[in-house]
């Protein structure tokens, strides 16, 4: 399998003819959705989720289709059968991606500010995007998408999150409003100048490609 990064908190998978696009919002070049066989949705924030986007590759591509929660499908309404409601628990056939999905809410980010639905997909039992969230699936993990900034987190949530995980290896999503500076410093606690976790950790800049 390839992972690429296309920008954010946004990934494809490829396995031969077959790419599976995740969370591709407004910080993601629309190009991401080129030649999608599916699209996976973890939650409703806009930089995972663009709607009038995805409508408009759902348009050009009559065979696309959507797994995301429920407040998501919402703002899909109208395009029928080709979103799929799916929530924690749930064991899924996607474009022959076999896709198992954890968690239910979005991290906190303030007691007073409600808390969303967010939802994280394991892909073929090796590669696992939580969303926004921290969640720790009950089955093992290869490679960990690990959320490295947001308003909700702080590098040691982030420390512990990895330790817990435990995957095989780890690379950095969610960094799209670090500057340089920004993701050195964190990248550097999540590595070498941090309290070490079992999991190698690194950055893919947007575009770049690693083997799984």
């Known amino acids: 399998m390839e992972l690429t990064k296309h920008g954010h908190a946004c990934v ?3 396995d031969g003819d077959r790419r599976l696009v995740i969370d591709p919002g407004v910080f993601t070049d629309p190009s991401a959705l080129d030649g999608a066989a ?5 939650h409703e924030h806009p930089d995972h989720f663009e709607p009038q986007r995805l409508r408009a590759a759902m348009d ?4 696309l289709e959507v797994w995301t929660n429920k407040s998501v499908a919402a703002q ?21 991606f076999d896709v198992h999905v954890h968690g ?4 906190e980010i303030h007691p007073e500010i409600p808390r969303i639905a967010n939802i994280g997909f394991l892909v073929d039992g090796q590669v ?23 308003p909700w987190s702080r590098t040691a949530d982030l420390i512990d999150y990895v330790r817990a995980v435990h995957a095989d290896q780890a690379f950095a999503v969610h960094d799209g409003l670090l500057n340089d500076a920004g993701l050195g410093v964190v990248a550097g606690l999540l590595g070498q100048r941090g309290p070490g976790t079992p999991t190698p950790f690194s950055r893919l800049a947007p575009g770049d490609t690693a083997e799984l």
Request: net charge negative; aromatic share 2%.
């Open 12 to 14: 494809v998978l490829r």
């Open 38 to 42: 599916a699209v996976l949705v973890t």
């Open 60 to 63: 050009a591509d009559p065979a």
């Open 76 to 96: 899909l309404e109208g395009v029928g059968a080709r979103v799929h409601v799916v929530g924690n628990g749930d064991a899924v056939a996607v474009a022959g």
């Open 104 to 107: 239910e809410l979005h991290a």
């Open 128 to 150: 696992f995007h939580p969303g926004d969230a921290l969640t720790v699936p009950d089955e093992p993990v290869a490679t960990l998408l690990l959320p490295m900034h947001a």
